[in-house]
């Protein structure tokens, strides 16, 4: 009997170790010692695409909206006026030209087009447009996201994407900003991370509509799923040429202690749900164990947001625990509390090559308010970019996020990620020495 339990033991024993030992080489966590790399040895494609990305709600200001509401009710601190973008946008696409760009991300916010169901304005759609004509006549292209957070109050109080009947109702918006925009812009993101979206908004309650509930996170995941499809198929075929993808949030998740089974159970089971879930939507046409309909290849570009690694312990964000960020010895942090980790960037960028499709980066950056570490931050994953294009990765641009300092969510205004600090009080403008350092190096790869 005792016989029995050491060999039975010791096989389980054996089984983990190669287990740990297969884990540990499938998916290593690289750390570089920076002060070998000479950052200034990069090479970009002569047609690669040089950008920055922003957000309706977290710049234009004078929204009413489902973060409104949610701002006022958590008695949080209120968007507001914003970067009052939606009156200055001219003077901030002059700063676009100024940085030497040619490319630039922005969204459109639905809640200006439909304030009330089925009351449509023309206004708003027609001042968009002007800013695509804008943009074009400045040589920068326009890229659209049609969701990125935010919708009208109306839409969140029927459930939002919570309830599958809903998504008529953001199919017909898309088309009807993809028929007013479409002879022009041709790169769209109908949606911009939806995992963060439904994480942040239904598990976590840091976002609207502050709900704590594994089943509803899981159902709004895949009715996002079903949306982007729907979406896609539609303006696919009214455009073909119509260049369609959504921009993913690829955090990595690495286990605190690379030795414990438990601690690579818990990443490995945020990896599957945080980044393998839309992975699988798009290569099998499945989510979690249900078939969406359209899904399958329903993607013309991948867009990857990439901000830092999640050293993930027994604790796993659940619908009672708050977010905890935890960093290596020799990591910085960011002023957003999690670390600087460049090196996976290179990761974010195989697992994104894994959908099969064209990479664009419609988003990297650093709040940074002192503006001590952007330069470092822009520059290491610049090199990490640049190396992974010279090894064959397909990315065609890089989007920094942002242009300007603006309403970082449930942060509010204390987080700062612009290249242009930004003055609440008179609204004013300034270029960050890492702006200057971004508008140099472009300036240099595009000139060679
Ligand atoms: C979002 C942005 C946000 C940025 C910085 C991304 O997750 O798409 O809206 O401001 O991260 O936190």
Redesign the pocket.
Known sequence: MIEAVATFSLALLSVVLIWMIYLRRAHPEPHLDWGRQDLDSIKFPENFHWGV?T?AH?VEGGLRNNWTAFEESKDMELSGDACDHWRLWEQDFQMLSDLGLNTYRFSIEWSRLEPEEGAWEEGPLKEYSKMVDDLISRGIRPMVTLH??SHPHWWEDKGGFSNAENIPDFVRYCDRVHAALSDRVKVWCTI??PV?FSSMGYALGQFPPGKRSITQTVLVMKNMMVAHSKVYNLLKSKDKDSSIGF?K?VTLFDPTNRWSPLDWAASRLLDWIWNGAWQRAIQKGRMFGSNIDGAKSSLDFIGL?Y?THFVTGLFVPTATSELDFQKRDNEVETD?GYPMYAEGFRRAIEYASAFGVPIEV??N?V?DASDSLRPEHLKRHLWILSEAIKDGYDVRSFHY??LMD?F??A?GYS?R?GLYEVNYEDQSRSLRQSGEIYRDLIKAQLKR
């Open positions: 990305a957000a977290q990125h957070f911009n991370e963060v921009a949030n947001n901000y957003f419609t988003e950056g709040a996020w942002s603006n970082e969510w942060e987080m990620f």
